[in-house]
């Protein structure tokens, strides 16, 4: 089993950035790939960014140019650099693991972007 640790979240204003972390403990195989999720307050989770080992990335759309999601697989940590936020990009950030039908999932971090 994968153990996942988020940090970095925080208070932020509108156009401002933040760069989330998070390290990847456990069962961690090669072929993983880890990404974010978020939920905003009383919507659903939502995807927000993938990598995979070998670095492919793919994004929503709502956060594409704005998003950039890298990882350092020596220590196996995933990031999530996030410029010019917006007020509807808050919510509780999810980072996960995922290989084939198996998905881990951290405990999430809060993104509060203000106007």
């Known amino acids: 089993q994968v153990q996942l640790v988020e940090s970095g979240g925080g208070l932020v204003q509108a156009e401002g950035s933040l760069r989330l972390s998070c390290a990847a403990s456990?069962?961690?195989?090669?072929?993983?790939?880890m990404g974010w999720s978020r939920q905003p307050p009383g919507k659903q989770r939502d995807f927000v960014a993938r990598?995979?080992?070998?670095?492919?990335?793919n994004y929503a759309e709502s956060v594409k140019g704005r998003f950039t999601i890298s990882r350092d697989n020596a220590k196996n940590t995933v990031y999530l650099e996030m410029n010019s936020l917006k007020p509807e990009d808050s919510g509780v950030y999810y980072c996960?693991?995922?290989?084939?039908?198996?998905?881990?999932w951290g405990q999430g971090t809060q993104v509060t972007v203000s106007s």
């Open positions: 456990g069962s961690i195989f090669s072929g993983d790939d």
């Open positions: 990598i995979t080992r070998g670095g492919r990335t």
């Open positions: 996960f693991s995922s290989l084939g039908p198996v998905t881990s």
